[in-house]
């Protein structure tokens, strides 16, 4: 079975345990790379120096640490690059300002290193020129304390980074990077997610996905329910997807736009 794990300039990255398919559905281009059996994926793009595109994995070495290899569709050949010791989260990344940004898996990390992961570590960006990685800090009220990644998302709007925290259930925040350059995050929206809660169980239920903001609107995977929530007028619609009795069932859904981007580099 594929999975789709992300879109990238009108390209969708489909998965399984054994190949990738990289494939434009407007011209029906489509590239099968053998995936190694090592590592794992944590996403793809297009390099603007050599104008190529390149699939980014990720595999655990022996001494702790973590260790990035490129896989370029033009040479169709993989090289290492720089080890990092902050292992990104499994989603797909959020693609902007020339750079891959990921949320640090907070669970890996601390059985790794035996301590806690800081809110200046907490997120992980790859530079798509440079091909160097580095972190950076997510927003908070307790700067250089540990730090709880596990319910929280990175979304993007109108070129902005934004980071989304729903640990506080029913209260969730909203934060956008004014200043890449110096990490500034601005607090901007706070709301109650109580009214969106699939059913009247006490348990607390967390947002599985919350893709990009598109006009003030966030879209919402809950349960085995899509919430469209404008955070303006503060109104949500609810769609229900499926069948909660159906075991194994996983919903995912990423932001795509069509385009007629091709694969070939000549």
Not at 94 to 107: E, S, T, Y
């Amino acid at each position: 079975m594929l999975f789709l794990y992300g879109s990238y300039n009108g390209l969708l990255l489909f998965e399984n345990s054994i190949i990738y398919i990289l494939w434009n559905p407007v011209t029906e281009e489509q590239t099968i790379v053998k995936k190694p059996s090592t590592v794992s994926t944590r996403g793809f793009f297009f390099n603007p120096k050599t104008r190529e595109y390149k699939v980014l994995y990720v595999e655990l070495l022996l001494g702790l640490s973590f260790q990035f290899t490129l896989y370029s569709l033009a040479t169709r050949c993989s090289g290492k690059i720089a080890k990092c010791s902050h292992p990104p989260w499994v989603k797909a990344p959020v693609i902007l300002n020339g750079a891959l940004h990921w949320v640090v898996d907070r669970f890996y990390y601390e059985r790794l290193y035996r301590r806690s992961l800081l809110f200046s570590e907490s997120i992980l960006l790859f530079d798509m020129n440079t091909e160097t990685i580095r972190t950076m800090a997510r927003p908070g009220d307790q700067y250089g304390t540990r730090v709880d990644n596990t319910y929280v998302h990175l979304l993007k709007k109108e070129g902005s980074l934004c980071f989304c925290d729903t640990s506080s259930y029913p209260s969730t925040n909203f934060w956008v990077l004014e200043d890449y350059a110096e990490e500034v995050w601005i607090k901007t929206h706070a709301i109650n997610l109580e009214p969106l809660r699939p059913c009247s169980s006490d348990k607390p239920y967390y947002l599985r996905s919350a893709p990009n903001i598109e006009n003030d609107e966030l879209l919402l995977i809950w349960g085995w329910f899509l919430f469209r929530y404008n955070l303006k007028f503060n109104v949500f619609k609810k769609f229900k997807m499926g069948d909660e009795e159906k075991e194994g069932v996983i919903f995912n859904f990423v932001e795509h736009r069509n385009s007629l981007v091709t694969l070939r580099t000549d």
